[in-house]
């Protein structure tokens, strides 16, 4: 059916440019090569795109059709519930092609969307059902500056290559926690990182950026643009940002520490309450200390329901500090295992390293139903459990789907003013989202999903006591409100309709969790 609706769709798109004179159209090739035009197809004048794309990219992009491997490798999606339909995949190469790109697609009327690394999964991208697809893989650098304070970052960089290289200069940054996902995805929603106790959010180390705007010019902007508050946190909405400088800070520790215990269902609240007891401390979580979980089925160590994987992360230790890891010992985990190694082993440590199954396009569909909250209600807690390992029994579609609850330090966080940024959600402690996976199997498996989504999400809101949700726009599922993603105050919301308005009218950035 899918594949069906794609090709309808490619009829739909060559006729509405459809003139008396056919063109070539190349399946796969970078710009400008000598590749056979194999696939047919008729353009308004002015519009034909292989001839747009020759003529104003530079050589080194990449330009490629459907029926190529290239086309299918680069349009790959990480999670396949109402994905983007696009007829052309470009690879620009500079910023200038990403500029050119953006008027071609003003031009000749053309929906377009950029992207890079994976895990963008809400379902508001479905809403793209034709256009060009702007993949910023081949915008990749990291350029230290000579004072050692800053570096300028190409906007497709992936997470894990600005790691390692500011870790070989001996300096260190915010970043997300997944090595497979780009720099700049996470940091246009605000982003969270390991080091985000110290520095804050991924979003409060911009100093300034390149953005291609709507309109398809190319601007500097920095904390003098009134789009700068924007950008931290609803960024998404408002252009394409091809490099950023941002704050780096010298390499403090190199020598972090893990324990991870594992414990089955029948902990889980007591678990949890001591979480709270003996981590997150009333809001007050230590700056060196990150505690994470998950929720999975492993069937080898409990046949009857998920196993609990729980994360005591220390920095500057060779040993997690057993005043943290005592309390949680003392509960009767099936095992415990301690580990230590450097700042680029803890994404390994939990699972999310660049070889590691979260990180991997298996065709699978992987929606998520984030929320924040303050701190665990134990209670809930339980009831959420049992609502989990109901609907992902071994013979549930769902079976292998995730449950993740991080609870990063918040210090660095909360030090920024609330009102500087459109990340609005600085109070919260946790970040807790279901991540329903599954083989796409049509509408009403899809219904199932978003049921079961849905319903756990409201055990923890109902949990918190709060009426209003907080949710992280990254991990968004779709359904959620501007006001819950971009915060609940009328002034946020009011604010960001404006530049809205200003920088892109037409709504030409309104696939991703729009503002409006």
């Known amino acids: 059916m899918r594949w069906l609706q794609t090709k309808l769709l490619a009829t739909a798109v060559a006729w509405a440019f459809a003139t008396a004179t056919p063109v070539d159209e190349t399946t796969a090739s970078p710009v400008g090569s000598d590749t056979e035009y194999t696939v047919h197809a008729t353009r308004a004048p002015g519009c034909s795109l292989p001839d747009l794309f020759v003529s104003r990219l530079s050589r080194q992009a990449e330009v490629y059709f459907p029926g190529s491997a290239q086309f299918d490798q680069f349009s ?9 339909i696009v007829n052309v995949t470009v690879l620009p190469a500079t910023e200038n092609d990403v500029v050119e790109i953006v008027r071609i697609a003003n031009n000749c009327s053309i929906p ?9 999964a809400i379902t508001t991208l479905g809403r793209m059902n034709w256009g060009i697809a702007i993949n910023l893989r081949k915008l990749s650098s990291v350029v230290i500056a000579h004072n050692g304070q800053t570096a300028t970052i190409a906007g497709g960089t992936n997470s894990k290559v600005v790691i390692d290289m500011l870790w070989a200069a001996g300096k260190q940054t915010v970043t997300g926690t997944c090595e497979c996902v780009s720099y700049m995805g996470p940091a246009l929603g605000g982003g969270h990182g390991w080091l985000q106790g110290h520095y804050g959010l991924i979003a409060d180390q911009f100093v300034s950026m390149n953005i291609v705007l709507a309109d398809g010019t190319l601007s500097t902007i920095n904390a003098n643009s009134d789009l700068w508050w924007a950008m931290k946190g609803a960024g998404h909405n408002f252009g394409i940002v091809t490099s950023v400088t941002v704050k780096i800070y010298p390499r403090v520790h190199t020598n972090w520490a893990i324990e991870t215990l594992m414990f089955t269902g ?14 997150l401390q009333n809001g007050t979580q230590p700056v060196d200390i990150i505690n994470w979980s998950y929720w999975f089925n492993l069937p080898q160590v409990d046949p009857n329901g998920p196993i609990i994987e729980f994360y005591i992360i220390q920095e500057g230790v060779s040993v997690v500090d057993p005043a943290y890891t005592q309390p949680f010992r003392a509960l009767g985990p099936v095992s415990v295992t301690p580990s230590n190694g450097t700042y680029r082993d803890v994404s390994r440590w939990v699972g999310i390293s660049l070889d590691g199954p979260p990180c991997q396009k298996t065709g699978t569909a992987n929606p998520r139903f984030p929320i924040y909250l303050p701190a665990y209600n134990a209670t809930a807690q339980q009831e959420l459990y049992a609502l989990f390992a109901s609907a992902t029994n071994a013979s549930s579609p769902f079976a292998n789907s995730l449950f993740m609850f991080e609870g990063y330090s918040m210090q660095g966080v909360e030090a920024v003013n609330s009102a500087s940024a459109a990340y609005a959600f600085r109070d919260d402690n946790l970040l807790m989202a279901p991540l329903i996976q599954y083989t796409p199997a049509g509408p009403e498996r899809d219904q199932q999903a978003a049921q079961l989504g849905n319903q756990l999400r409201r055990i923890l809101h109902w949990g918190s006591g709060r009426s209003q949700m907080h949710t992280y726009v990254n991990y968004a599922y779709g359904n959620e409100s501007p006001q819950e993603w971009y915060g609940h105050e009328q002034w946020r919301q009011d604010r960001l309709k404006a530049l809205k308005r200003k920088y892109d009218p037409r709504g030409r950035f309104s696939f991703y969790a729009p503002t409006a």
């Open 76 to 84: 790959q999606r990480w999670s396949n519930l109402e994905t983007p």
């Open 112 to 120: 377009f969307l950029a992207y890079n690394g994976v895990h963008g």
């Open 266 to 279: 029948d902990k889980v609240k007591a678990l949890y309450q001591a979480a709270n007891d003996y981590l």
